[in-house]
């Protein structure tokens, strides 16, 4: 299972675009790169999921290079309630897989008015 | 609302307890999954089920068990907990156990073990 690794915090102010990388050297030919986010005593709520290029949704975008070594989650215009843990997760699919999603610490967004 | 519903939402037990937790999903999905996440650690996979069938236990200790009668439900029960168990449970499911599958997750049971 590919490691990643990630800020283990961030601040911004409303109305900024933030961008949060992710790392994931070993990420293997069938991973797929998936953010989650979670809310205080909340369950995480999926986000966004690519596996190259540039991926975007009402949401936000991801960009993954070409390399997919890292991956970025930008969110437009961040206001108050983007506060919360971001969480990037790679994954692969195929024969064998039992939904195993390892959750690492997250980015922990402030975001200040 | 992501359509997984757990209760409940807080619980108190003592170590000699017994309880049981309850998840509940209206999405069609074919999987489920229990999560703990404690303070300031990241979530951690109990349990996956898959048709109703376990084919995943994460080394859990017998003092949790799961149930799962048919795909929408699924439980935990508790037995003669420890402190340390005091955590965030969470429930969820998706269509299909595939990790690029997107899980939705309920929206948790605060347990306090004292």
């Known amino acids: 299972l590919a490691k990643t690794t990630q800020p283990i915090s961030m601040d911004s102010y409303e109305g900024q675009e933030v961008n949060i990388t992710c790392s994931h050297n070993n990420i293997a030919t069938n991973d797929y790169i998936t953010w989650y986010q979670q809310f205080p005593s909340q369950g995480p709520r999926f986000i966004i999921q690519?596996?190259?290029t540039k991926v975007t949704n009402e949401v936000a975008s991801l960009f993954i290079p070409a390399d997919r070594k890292s991956s970025t989650l930008s969110l437009p215009r961040v206001s108050l309630s983007d506060t919360a843990v971001y969480y990037c997760?790679?994954?692969?699919?195929?024969?064998?897989?039992?939904?195993?999603?390892?959750f690492g610490q997250g980015t922990t967004l402030q975001v200040k008015p | 609302e992501t359509g997984v519903t757990q209760t409940p939402r807080h619980l108190v037990m003592g170590m000699t307890n017994k309880k049981s937790l309850k998840c509940e999903q209206h999405?069609?999905?074919?999987?489920m999954y229990w999560y703990k996440q404690s303070a300031k650690k990241p979530l951690e996979l109990m349990f996956v089920?898959?048709?109703?069938?376990?084919?995943e236990n994460n080394s859990v200790p017998s003092r949790f068990s799961p149930e799962c009668p048919n795909s929408s439900h699924l439980f935990l029960h508790l037995h003669t907990l420890q402190p340390e168990d005091s955590a965030l449970y969470l429930c969820?499911?998706?269509?299909?156990?595939?990790?690029?599958?997107?899980?939705?997750f309920g929206p948790g049971t605060r347990l306090l073990v004292l």
């Open positions: 690519g596996y190259k």
């Open positions: 999405l069609g999905h074919n999987a």
């Open positions: 997760l790679v994954g692969a699919h195929g024969s064998g897989n039992t939904g195993k999603l390892i």
């Open positions: 969820a499911s998706s269509q299909d156990p595939g990790r690029e599958e997107t899980q939705y």
């Open positions: 089920y898959n048709f109703k069938e376990q084919t």
